[in-house]
């Protein structure tokens, strides 16, 4: 209708706000993560992080919110038969979900723990993490402890002390919109996705979001129209 035709008309400004993103490579701007899908040296990272630790049994992911969601949206979707290891994930502050997950962990000598935390300061997964790091021998941190977060966090810099194999995310991305980046893709190449394939339709979904008949534009304008109606047709939570 009208309103609706009227409302992607305004829309119209920033989507060619967010091409010129992409076609300029604004790592700086807030809607950088729309830079993953094509970034070859992220995927040449998790690719090269995953050989070196291609003997894990296990990857625990542990991490809130996007960055612990992330690959697990993506796992609990394709549930392959032939994974290369389990994925577990510590994405809660339950004691009882952590409780076999710390078994694993001090019981199989190959289980290896991802920290994902962007800010490198979120204290629920550090909290997770200090009791799963409990469990490892220090003599074995180096090869079984892997931490994603920021360039130039304070994890960051604890890291790179210890010598702990690090994936550093641009700044910019946000925990939500993270899936992927390394916080996602090191997971997934773990579990043995195909993380190209993935990468490949994320970048089709963005052509097709990004141009005059934008199905994320027409998304936005209809929730608009229906909120300025008095209807809430969308749970954020």
Request: hydrophobic share 45%; glycine share 6%.
């Amino acid at each position: 209708n009208e309103s609706l035709k009227h409302y992607r008309e305004k829309l119209a400004p920033e989507l060619a706000r967010l091409r010129t993103v992409v076609q300029s490579r604004a790592w700086g701007d807030g809607a950088a993560s729309l830079l993953l899908s094509d970034e070859k040296k992220i995927l040449q990272e998790t690719d090269a992080a995953a050989r070196n630790f291609k003997h894990a049994t296990a990857l625990v992911v542990v991490g809130m919110g996007g960055p612990g969601l992330a690959s697990q949206a993506v796992h609990a979707a394709l549930q392959p038969r032939n994974a290369k290891c389990d994925l577990l994930f510590a994405g809660t502050v339950d004691a009882d979900s952590l409780k076999p997950i710390a078994a694993r962990v001090e019981a199989d000598e190959n289980a290896v723990i991802n920290l994902a935390t962007q800010s490198g300061a979120t204290t629920e997964s550090l909290a997770n993490f200090r009791v799963l790091l409990s469990k490892i021998p220090r003599r074995q941190w180096r090869e079984r402890i892997v931490i994603t977060t920021n360039k130039c966090s304070k994890l960051d810099a604890i890291a790179g002390k210890l010598g702990l194999e690090t994936l550093r995310v641009h700044p910019s991305i946000g925990g939500r919109y993270s899936a992927l980046s390394h916080v996602g893709l090191f997971p997934l190449a773990m579990w043995g996705a195909d993380c190209r394939k993935l990468l490949k339709g994320a970048l089709a979904s963005r052509r097709q979001c990004l141009s005059n008949n934008s199905p994320a534009a027409a998304s936005a304008a209809a929730s608009f129209a229906n909120l300025r109606a008095g209807r809430h047709v969308q749970d954020e939570f």
